[in-house]
């Protein structure tokens, strides 16, 4: 079945998860091949796609109109949104260091995915701090609550389907 993993950002979040560049910096210092080997033993496509991989319309995502920002540039910009790096190499927004709440469900797959995750954003000078919480009800009721992040998988028949299921959903 087509199945994806996502990180998804509190857009309400006061220190700015809404910004499009803080999105795309992040993205840089995630190593989407490195969570496929450890994390999924190698089993899965490590593309940047939203569209997945099994889905008939996959071959219309052009990876190479869609590069990720270099890491140089990622830390300029991080820097230049005003998160500068603390002491001890947290960035910080307004003297507060960078720790973000994530929900993910207490799987061993997607623990896998949050460990790994964390320590590639710590280099970003992010702190992933995930909190793992039974999947289904348990899920859905934290992240109603409002993290500031959630780590989660979608399982849908098709790319339309996925795409309907977001726009009517307050995920």
């Known amino acids: 079945e087509n199945s994806q993993f996502y990180l998804a950002l509190n857009f309400r979040d ?4 809404d910004r499009l560049e803080f999105r ?6 995630i ?11 190698g089993r899965g496509d490590a593309r940047r ?8 319309f996959a071959a219309a995502y052009d990876a190479a109109a869609h590069r990720p920002m270099a890491l140089e540039q990622a830390t ?4 230049d949104l005003g998160y500068p790096p603390g002491p001890n190499g947290l960035r ?6 960078l720790v973000v709440d994530c929900v993910v469900q207490d799987t061993p797959v997607s623990r896998g995915i949050a460990e790994l995750l964390a320590s590639q954003l710590r280099k970003a000078g992010v702190q992933l701090q ?16 409002g993290p500031a992040a959630f780590l989660s998988k979608w399982l849908w028949g ?11 959903s307050d995920c």
């Open 14 to 17: 006061p220190r700015g998860f």
């Open 24 to 29: 795309q910096a992040l993205e840089a210092f």
């Open 31 to 41: 190593d989407r091949e490195a969570l496929v080997q450890v994390a999924l033993a």
């Open 49 to 56: 796609s939203p569209i997945p991989h099994a889905d008939e």
């Open 76 to 79: 300029r910009v991080l820097a």
């Open 92 to 97: 910080t927004i307004e003297g507060r260091e």
């Open 130 to 145: 995930p909190r793992y919480v039974a999947v289904f009800e348990d899920f859905y009721q934290a992240c109603a609550a």
């Open 158 to 168: 098709d790319a339309m389907e996925a795409t309907v299921g977001f726009s009517r």
